[in-house]
């Protein structure tokens, strides 16, 4: 069973700047694709960015320039790094992977439980 684990979410205040990190466990040979995405309470969850095995990466234009996606695909770890963060950016962010081949199989869209984020002075 594939499980996600997201860490780095916390308070920050306007403009500052805070590194998510989500960690795939499980017997996983590769991960196709990443994700975040990102939730405010009451709307719909967004794709915020996203990153594929061989690097290739897209982000939403409201963070272009202010956040980098990163994985490590040894480790089945993918990272973000947000800068500049804005008071409507509060919000759960969630780790997403697609088509996930482990060793029973494929799993084709894999959630994590979400991290806080909240910025605020």
């Known amino acids: 069973q594939v499980q996600l684990v997201e860490s780095g979410g916390g308070l920050v205040q306007p403009g500052g700047s805070l590194r998510l990190s989500c960690a795939a466990s499980?017997?996983?040979?590769?991960?196709?694709?990443m994700n975040w995405y990102r939730q405010v309470l009451g709307k719909q969850r967004e794709l915020v960015a996203g990153?594929?095995?061989?690097?290739?990466?897209e982000y939403i234009d409201s963070v272009k320039g202010r956040f980098t996606i990163s994985r490590d695909n040894a480790a089945n770890t993918v990272y973000l790094q947000m800068n500049s963060l804005k008071p409507e950016e509060t919000a759960v962010y969630f780790c997403?992977?697609?088509?996930?081949?482990?060793?029973?199989?494929?799993?084709?869209?894999?959630w994590g439980k979400g991290t806080l984020v909240t910025v605020s002075s």
């Open positions: 997403n992977a697609k088509e996930v081949f482990t060793a029973t199989g494929w799993n084709l869209d894999v």
């Open positions: 499980g017997r996983i040979f590769s991960i196709v694709e």
């Open positions: 990153i594929t095995s061989g690097g290739s990466t």
